[in-house]
């Protein structure tokens, strides 16, 4: 017969070594994540299989074009997520997860070598501040890359929510990019 005592020790033990292993897996305990991350798109990026999305920002979609200081249009999604990817270069990403979105995805803030990558995509003028969750969080940074001229801050552009509000409005790629509303 098994005491009381020691059953109790063999499920402490047990669950030690569960927390243990999500910790090592990646997977989310009291809300922090940590791993290698591979790059869905701009705002979206995924840890050992958890799809994670950026807090406070928006990046344009894969499928969304601007323009550059020429007018010539560039797939600026394609380009938030390829810079994204390289400024990573394959180090280890914490976050800190926030909440989860619609979709089921972890809404975190990240970073990489203590860098925030939310705040590192709006410097860069890959993606905007999104005033409606960040509270301003990343206007200074934003502000920062329309006077230096960064990013989708040299030509035009169609803020990443007004772009997928015409999509689901059964708009195409090119017309919706080149909305009226666009910054020029």
Same mark, same amino acid.
Not at 24 to 44: F, K, Q, Y
Not at 68 to 82: E, H, L, Q, V, W
Not at 154 to 180: F, K, Q
């Given at each position: ?8 020790? @063999? ?27 591979? &790059? ?11 799809? &994670? ?25 394609? @380009? ?54 960040? @509270? ?30 015409? &999509? ?17």
């Amino acid at each position: 017969m098994t005491s009381v005592t020691g059953t109790r020790a @063999k499920a402490g033990v047990g669950l030690l070594a569960s927390l243990v292993l999500l910790a090592m897996s990646g997977v989310a305990v009291r809300g922090e994540l940590a791993g290698r991350a591979s &790059i869905v798109d701009g705002d979206t990026l995924e840890i050992h299989g958890l799809r &994670i999305r950026l807090w406070g920002i928006d990046a344009p979609e894969g499928s969304q074009l601007c323009r550059g200081d020429d007018s010539t249009p560039y797939r600026c999604g394609t @380009k938030a997520a390829n810079d994204l990817d390289a400024f990573i270069a394959e180090r280890p990403i914490v976050c800190t997860q926030l909440s989860q979105d619609q979709y089921e995805r972890a809404v975190a803030r990240c970073s990489v070598a203590g860098i925030d990558l939310g705040e590192w995509l709006v410097r860069n003028g890959l993606a905007l501040d999104w005033p409606q969750y960040s @509270k301003g969080r990343y206007a200074a940074a934003q502000r920062e890359a329309d006077q230096a001229g960064r990013g989708m801050w040299v030509g035009s552009y169609v803020e990443p929510w007004l772009y997928r509000a015409c &999509i689901r409005a059964m708009g195409t790629p090119a017309g919706c990019s080149d909305d009226a509303n666009a910054h020029p």
